[in-house]
């Protein structure tokens, strides 16, 4: 049973950095193939995708984003980790993370966890 | 930048059906991949490569595609179908994404 939790502190100020955990079962991601993606929604609006981590630490990033994000892993404790610097209001959401089915080297997210709620505020 | 566009909101008789579109300039020669969201819930995936539909989907959600359009039909609506729906698909730079989203209220 494929199953993700994310982690990570409520509330956040400007200017920190947010960082949020992406614990993970019934999968490993040092099986071939394997990938977990990072993706937000701010309240009422739609999904954001954020970063890829794969199995061969390949890492991917939203465009408009990528300087303020970092995405690793550690399979030992079959966990992602996602930092994103100089936090604003604007990145109030609900952060989700997901395992990604892999199709013509992108695909789709077949597995999502319940989602974290973050709130940037002073 | 690259913009998956869908309606938002379409509203629909119980027992009707329900069709969503999903439009860009071009759709990257990618699939396009449909997710339901209830409120408070995660998004669960419907269709993905354009037509094919997960286990345990009833089959009354099916998707198609054109170069520049996914559609999601929903036939014979019921009420636990009202809900916020999201396409997703990829730009030519080969980043994920989604598009804006749609209400559907089932009457």
């Known amino acids: 049973q494929v199953t993700l939790r994310e982690s990570g502190p409520a509330l956040v100020k400007p200017t920190q950095t947010l960082t949020l955990t992406c614990t993970f079962s019934?999968?490993?991601?040092?099986?071939?193939?394997?990938?977990v993606s990072w993706i937000r929604q701010p309240p009422g609006k739609a999904l954001e995708w954020l970063a890829r981590?794969?199995?061969?630490?390949?890492?991917y990033y939203s465009t408009s984003l990528r300087a303020r994000l970092t995405i690793s892993k550690d399979t030992s404790k079959n966990q992602v980790v996602l930092r994103m610097s100089d936090m604003d209001p604007a990145d109030t959401a609900t952060y989700y993370c997901?395992?990604?089915?892999?199709?013509?080297?992108?695909?789709?997210?077949?597995?999502w966890g319940l989602g974290t709620p973050v709130t940037v505020s002073s | 930048s690259y913009e998956l566009t869908q309606p938002p909101s379409v509203s629909v008789s119980p027992g009707q059906t329900a069709r969503i579109t999903c439009s860009a300039d071009?759709?990257?020669?990618?699939?396009v991949y449909w997710y339901q969201q209830k409120p408070g819930q995660a998004p669960v995936v419907l269709i993905y490569?354009?037509?094919e539909r997960p286990s345990g989907i009833p089959e009354r959600f099916s998707g198609s595609s054109s170069e520049t359009t996914g559609t999601l039909t929903i036939s014979g609506v019921q009420a636990e179908d009202e809900a916020d729906y999201y396409c997703?698909?990829?730009?030519?730079?080969?980043?994920?994404?989604f598009g804006t989203g749609t209400k559907v209220t089932v009457l």
């Open positions: 981590i794969d199995w061969d630490d390949d890492k």
């Open positions: 019934g999968f490993s991601l040092t099986t071939n193939k394997m990938c």
């Open positions: 997901a395992r990604v089915v892999l199709v013509n080297e992108l695909g789709y997210f077949d597995y």
């Open positions: 997703q698909s990829a730009d030519i730079s080969g980043t994920y994404v």
């Open positions: 490569k354009d037509v």
């Open positions: 071009a759709l990257a020669k990618q699939y």
